[in-house]
T-cell receptor
Framework: GENVEQHPSTLSVQEGDSAVIKCTYSDSASNYFPWYKQELGKGPQLIIDIRSNVGEKKDQRIAVTLNKTAKHFSLHITETQPEDSAVYFCAASKGYQKVTFGIGTKLQVIP | KAGVTQTPRYLIKTRGQQVTLSCSPISGHRSVSWYQQTPGQGLQFLFEYFSETQRNKGNFPGRFSGRQFSNSRSEMNVSTLELGDSALYLC????????????FGSGTRLTVV
């Protein structure tokens, strides 16, 4: 089955700096790659996603890139703010198969 | 629109007991998936139901079971609880295929003592 590896497990950045979280997947047939943000006491929330026919997608301060050949994708957050502090999860899936999540990255933005 | 509702939010049970957790998906969403979240293991997939049928299943023992009703509401049941079952159980709904993205509920925090 699919295996998703995510790193780093923790990340501390100064407010205003950029943060990058990277994931790799094992199943070359996976075609959907969402990213979720989980704040304390809440369920994960979808923040951005990308499909295998697209190499990059941007939404305001967040962007995701996908390299199908290398089977890795990354989340980029620019101009980080304290409210970006949370746990971020990457995930991969194909068709109607289950969604497999990475282990999560705890991002701390230091004011 | 209303989000995904999970009840109860918190639960304390004794080893050996059984528990039932409930999830009401977003109106119109026919797929409901369940995940177990623990600090060391991340989000582990339990099962997915679509139109009252189990479509995908994770690698959990048979003590973990679920079902979905005709209104798409779903329940999961854990029998003969063990200490290791203590976790946050998350329900996620989606439109259909797993390429639409999930909407998660806030979860049920289960503590087994």
């Amino acid at each position: 089955g699919e295996n998703v590896e995510q790193h780093p497990s923790t990340l501390s950045v100064q407010e205003g700096d950029s943060a990058v979280i990277k994931c790799t997947y094992s199943d070359s047939a996976s075609n959907y790659f969402p990213w979720y943000k989980q704040e304390l006491g809440k369920g994960p929330q979808l923040i951005i996603d990308i499909r295998s026919n697209v190499g990059e997608k941007k939404d305001q301060r967040i962007a995701v890139t996908l390299n199908k050949t290398a089977k890795h994708f990354s989340l980029h957050i620019t101009e980080t703010q304290p409210e970006d502090s949370a746990v971020y999860f990457c995930a991969a899936s194909k068709g109607y198969q289950k969604v497999t999540f990475g282990i999560g990255t705890k991002l701390q933005v230091i004011p | 629109k209303a989000g995904v509702t999970q009840t109860p939010r918190y639960l304390i049970k004794t080893r050996g007991q059984q528990v039932t957790l409930s999830c009401s998906p977003i109106s119109g969403h026919r797929s409901v998936s369940w995940y177990q979240q623990t600090p060391g293991q991340g989000l582990q997939f339990l099962f997915e139901y679509f139109s009252e049928t189990q479509r995908n299943k994770g690698n959990f023992p048979g003590r973990f079971s679920g079902r979905q009703f005709s209104n798409s509401r779903s329940e999961m049941n854990v029998s003969t609880l063990e200490l290791g079952d203590s976790a946050l159980y998350l329900c996620a709904s989606s439109l259909g295929g797993n390429s639409y993205g999930y909407t998660f509920g806030s979860g049920t925090r289960l503590t087994v003592v």
